[in-house]
T-cell receptor
Framework: KAGVTQTPRYLIKTRGQQVTLSCSPISGHRSVSWYQQTPGQGLQFLFEYFSETQRNKGNFPGRFSGRQFSNSRSEMNVSTLELGDSALYLC???????????????FGSGTRLTVV | KNQVEQSPQSLIILEGKNCTLQCNYTVSPFSNLRWYKQDTGRGPVSLTIMTFSENTKSNGRYTATLDADTKQSSLHITASQLSDSASYIC????????????FGAGTRLFVKA
């Protein structure tokens, strides 16, 4: 059974650019959550999508956005990149929305974004 | 304010030794508590999950305890191995009409030969 797949694994971008990260959840999982992880802040929740709808959102600026497709694959977009956006971006999938029940997450290996 | 605090921030132990990591939380109303292990450059992997009524949960050499009265949890690692070197993250969920999940900052464990 394939796990959560995130692409690309590594990415280097310049300040001011935009970036799109991709996440393919475990087959049958309809919930996809995104997290930002930095050494100083730990894991910070960005947002959760379930059945193509954003169900929950963390405290991040509007430059961070996402979407989910009908096959449950999700993308996260960051516009006007800043140096502070350098982080490991993790995606996690779950069978149900976290609003409806907490059945645990399965995390992907993440995308390491470096902004220079 | 819902918070999860872990201690120590980092820890160095010798291979074969035991260690205990701490997690204190103020999350309310409590739903469940998980411990995750995260290897460098990888996503976190769930070790244990405990609900309000559970005091102890084991997964191989990992044993988690929960005291819901004092809002404290610990993760005990027995006979540590080099492969235990990782970050250990405590995650607490609360039910407030929808689930809120709060992550601790993690404890970085280094196991040396």
């Amino acid at each position: 059974k394939a796990g959560v797949t995130q692409t690309p694994r590594y990415l280097i971008k310049t300040r001011g650019q935009q970036v799109t990260l991709s996440c393919s959840p475990i087959s049958g999982h309809r919930s996809v959550s995104w997290y930002q992880q930095t050494p100083g802040q730990g894991l910070q929740f960005l947002f959760e999508y379930f059945s193509e709808t954003q169900r929950n959102k963390g405290n991040f600026p509007g430059r961070f956005s996402g979407r989910q497709f009908s096959n449950s694959r999700s993308e996260m977009n960051v516009s006007t990149l800043e140096l502070g956006d350098s982080a490991l971006y993790l995606c996690a999938s779950s069978p149900v929305t976290q609003q409806g029940g907490e059945n645990g997450y399965t995390f992907g290996s993440g995308t390491r974004l470096t902004v220079v | 304010k819902n918070q999860v605090e872990q201690s120590p921030q980092s820890l160095i132990i010798l291979e074969g030794k035991n260690c205990t990591l701490q997690c204190n939380y103020t999350v309310s109303p409590f739903s469940n508590l998980r411990w995750y292990k995260q290897d460098t450059g990888r996503g976190p992997v769930s070790l244990t999950i405990m609900t309000f009524s559970e005091n102890t949960k084991s997964n191989g050499r990992y044993t988690a305890t929960l005291d819901a009265d004092t809002k404290q949890s610990s993760l005990h690692i027995t006979a540590s191995q080099l492969s235990d070197s990782a970050s250990y993250i405590c995650v607490v969920s609360a039910w407030t009409g929808g689930f809120k999940t709060i992550f601790g900052a993690g404890t970085r464990l280094f196991v040396k030969a």
